[in-house]
């Protein structure tokens, strides 16, 4: 597996011929200056705003993804897909958050979205014993640093991902989740390359991806 980040919560899963995107940027983003294109099987939506559902962005070819884009139960490319509704606001308006929960060649990923706020019981539940862990950590209308590293210590999950920390988010929220973390030291790496058996000895591990 080969794990993508392209900034605000832009990630990119590919294993083997199988490629997942999750909230690509749209042209009508404020971030479209970080846009990538590619050809994915499977889009994930978590809301419906340009930051987040640029489908035309994963369009590529003859290629044109499977589109998941709310609360419910999916089955795709033998992937088991749960999707959770949470509540947010992005720029003073309510939305629905999806959080997404799914397996890929046995590691089990949580992809947490625009989440401004704690879970409640029942979604911990669903997403419990998730091995990579998308938490968004950069203040100013989702978690706060802070928040988000005893969120997702909580969860208990082997990898932790932090995105969403960019100019539009709160100053050095980045320093401040590793920080948290006791990771100050944690160097961004261009892209994670991680099989199940990788994970034995991971714990709550921070991973930093270039964006």
Do not use: W
């Amino acid at each position: 597996m080969i794990i993508s980040y392209f900034g605000k919560q832009f990630v990119k899963i590919s294993q083997g011929d199988l490629t997942l995107a999750f909230n690509p940027l749209s042209k009508d983003s404020d971030q479209k200056d970080k846009i990538s294109r590619f050809g994915a099987n499977v889009a994930f939506i978590t809301a419906n705003h340009p930051d987040f559902n640029g489908i035309d962005t994963v369009t590529h070819g003859n290629t044109s993804p499977f589109v998941v884009a709310g609360p419910g139960d999916y089955e795709t490319q033998e992937i088991f897909i749960k999707g959770l509704m949470t509540e947010t606001e992005i720029d003073k308006k309510k939305y629905i958050n999806t959080v997404y929960f799914l397996t890929v060649d046995e590691i089990k990923i949580c992809f947490l979205g625009h989440l401004s706020k704690d879970l409640s019981g029942e979604i911990r539940e669903a997403i419990a014993g998730a091995d990579i862990l998308f938490v968004p950590i950069g203040g100013e209308g989702v978690l706060a640093p802070k928040e988000a590293y005893k969120l997702s210590l909580s969860l208990e999950p082997k990898i932790i991902i932090p995105m969403d920390y960019g100019a539009d988010r709160a100053k050095d929220a980045l320093k401040v989740f590793l920080k948290e973390g006791g990771a100050e030291k944690t160097e961004p790496i261009d892209k994670l390359t991680i099989k199940r058996k990788d994970l034995e000895d991971k714990e709550g591990d921070i991973i930093v991806l270039k964006n």
